[in-house]
């Protein structure tokens, strides 16, 4: 549905100095799928996101979006594809002298909607984000999430095919984040609306892309299913991002005065929802003792990490034949010490 060849972003600073924020990008966005792009600051999202909606023009290659090379287009025919693409900001860009339900209204008449059908679509749409009883505040009235909402209801009044999201939820709180998170997911499975999201954000990925692109440097250092992406990180820079998501490390000292095997198990999919560690006690007398552990759902998969201490006092060899047991029902085995 959307497709980037070779897309490049120069911009020319002062003297001889210029940048290449976005460096030799192709990419294929599905319809209907929720597309996660993440990178530090200054890796280049925003750009590459910005020439989506040709906001931004590539100094090379080239964007297309249904058929149409939207990077090649001018004045009308621009003005036209723009109106199938709605765009939600960080800092949300309401117009504050208008009202909740007159900033909907201003899209739709700028998209040539007859003014008839205004009133009625903006009621439908304030309806869908919850925002009804907020129609004839000013958006100085409101908090932070239900501003992003009016954004959302903005962007989605005209049916578009596309939703680009900027930071959507940076400037918001954990539990306000996740509610606008929920609302996007909500949208994109009534409407068939194809989300490109941008964030700094694995937790923002993790929650709501189906994909996701990892941005370094104005390049694409790699590209997968979120759930790939989090289970086997290939490039440093991803594994760096995914770290905090399962990394977990125990207190030296308590490593240090602990007695027997210590490991460090991975969970991917089926294995963690499998007993394996009952079935080590079970089979072959050890003790299992779990020190740390969490399980992540992604989607409906399962990514989790344990570390746990196997003992069995009268018999090493249990233990020996418990660890080749778990390694091979798990994805990933790390003997801390033993
Ligand atoms: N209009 C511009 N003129 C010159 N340089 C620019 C312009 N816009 C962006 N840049 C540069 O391009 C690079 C990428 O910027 P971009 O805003 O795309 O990054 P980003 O990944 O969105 O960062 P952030 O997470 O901070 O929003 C940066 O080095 C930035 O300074
Ligand atoms: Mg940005």
Known sequence: MIELQHVCVDFSGAGSSATRAVD???LHIKAGEIFGIVGTSGAGKSTLLRTLNALQRPSTGSVTINGTRIS?????????????I????????????????????FSLKAAGWERAKIAPRVAEILDLVGLTDKANRYPVQLSGGQKQRVGIARAIAN?????????????LDLETSATILALLKEIN??????????THEMNVIKTICDRVAVMSGGKVVEMGEVFDIFAHPQHAFTRQLVSHTLNLTLPERLKAHLQGTLLKILFIGDSAEQPVLSEVAVKFGVAVNILHG???????RAL?????????????????????HIRSRTAQVEALHG
């Open 294 to 300: 969490k399980i992540e759902y992604i989607g409906d």
């Open 189 to 198: 499975a009534r409407l068939g609306i194809t989300i490109v999201l941008i």
């Open 304 to 324: 989790g990490v344990l570390v746990v201490q196997l003992t069995a006092p009268d018999s090493p060899t249990a233990v020996e034949a418990a660890v080749a």
């Open 72 to 84: 090649d287009l001018q004045g009308v025919a621009l003005r036209t594809a723009r109106q199938r």
């Open 159 to 171: 049916h578009p095919d596309v939703l680009l999201c900027d930071e959507p939820t940076s400037a």
């Open 86 to 105: 709605g765009m939600i900001f960080q800092h949300f860009s309401l117009m504050h002298t208008r009202t909740v339900a007159q900033n909907v209204a």
């Open 24 to 26: 030799d990008v192709s």
